[in-house]
């Protein structure tokens, strides 16, 4: 279930679990990333399609199966999902987006299908050897500037730290500050900018800032 309630006063990122994603979960979590990557949904399924775009991208998942969800981890409180990350390596081949693209032609139309799949094209990232890729870090509003993001990415170190992997990287806005300034203070530093002039077309913002930490 997707949070609904807010925090009781005195609750923090310590009193949150993080665990792996479950089919289960797909409902909530798209209902979240609706939220927080609401500039993303509108400039990929159209300013008046993110309902759908939601409807088929939630269905897409399912047709997919746990190959949808291999790396995200949720943060959940209370029985109730505030947040949400990916950690993702070179591996990770689902192998399975023919169904997911099937959802999308079904609910989205061959227009708005290929559309949204194009555009979310742009945001894709060849992982390297070793990379632990960060992605989905999204916090219920309510959960904001309580640690949870954080957390969240301590966590997602600790998993590529396990795994044996060499370094994170991860994407941001070039106009996002307070996450750069985030990432930048748990020892990301930044490496690259990428320029796109269709996702300036798309998501109004044609540089995204690649980040990288070490990991020793």
């Known amino acids: 279930m997707y949070a609904t309630i807010p ?12 665990r792996p994603a479950r089919l289960s979960d797909i409902d909530a979590i ?5 939220e927080a990557f ?5 400039a990929a399924f159209g300013p008046q399609g993110s309902e759908r775009g939601a409807r088929a991208l939630a269905a897409g998942w399912r047709r997919q199966g746990p190959a949808a969800l291999r ?12 947040g949400t990350i990916s ?19 079904e609910i989205l139309g061959w227009w708005g299908a290929l559309r949204s799949i194009f555009a979310l094209s742009l945001l894709d990232h060849q992982i390297g050897y070793g990379e632990g890729f960060i992605a989905d870090v999204a916090v219920t509003p309510a959960w904001r500037r309580r640690g949870v993001a954080r957390t969240l990415l301590q966590y997602a ?5 396990a795994r044996s992997l060499t370094y994170l990287g991860l994407y941001v806005r070039e106009t996002n500050q307070a996450a750069r300034t985030l990432y930048e203070r748990l020892g990301f530093q930044a490496m690259h900018v990428r320029h796109s002039l269709f996702g300036r077309l798309f998501f109004g ?12």
């Open 7 to 18: 925090p009781q006063t005195g609750t923090s990122a310590s009193d949150i679990t993080i």
């Open 71 to 82: 790396g995200m981890f949720v943060a959940e409180y209370a029985g109730q999902i505030i």
């Open 157 to 161: 170190e600790d998993e590529a730290r």
């Open 30 to 34: 798209v209902a979240l990333h609706r």
């Open 38 to 42: 609401a500039d993303t949904f509108g």
């Open 87 to 105: 950690l993702r390596t070179r591996d990770m081949v689902a192998g399975s987006g023919g169904f997911a693209e099937s959802a999308f032609f």
């Open 205 to 216: 913002q044609s540089g995204w800032l690649y980040m990288r930490k070490e990991l020793s």
